[in-house]
């Protein structure tokens, strides 16, 4: 089975709104990809990408406003 990066180079990253503006524990999410939701640390902006399914996105942001 082989594996596919996705380009995240010219992603336009928006910073999530629970942003405490402290440099605190913070995500960024990109927009605009076809099928993916790429996510970083907003305090490592050169640091790793986790990028999920756009069709896990949903369940993901709504478990972690359940918790």
Known sequence: MGTSA???S?????TSSYTNGEN?????VAD??????????STRRDGPVLVMSA???APFVA????R
């Open 6 to 8: 996705t380009d995240v």
């Open 10 to 14: 010219k992603a336009v990253w928006r």
């Open 24 to 28: 605190g524990d913070c995500v960024e």
């Open 32 to 41: 605009g990809l076809v099928g993916v939701v790429p996510v970083r640390d």
């Open 55 to 57: 069709a896990a996105w």
């Open 63 to 66: 478990g972690l406003k359940a």
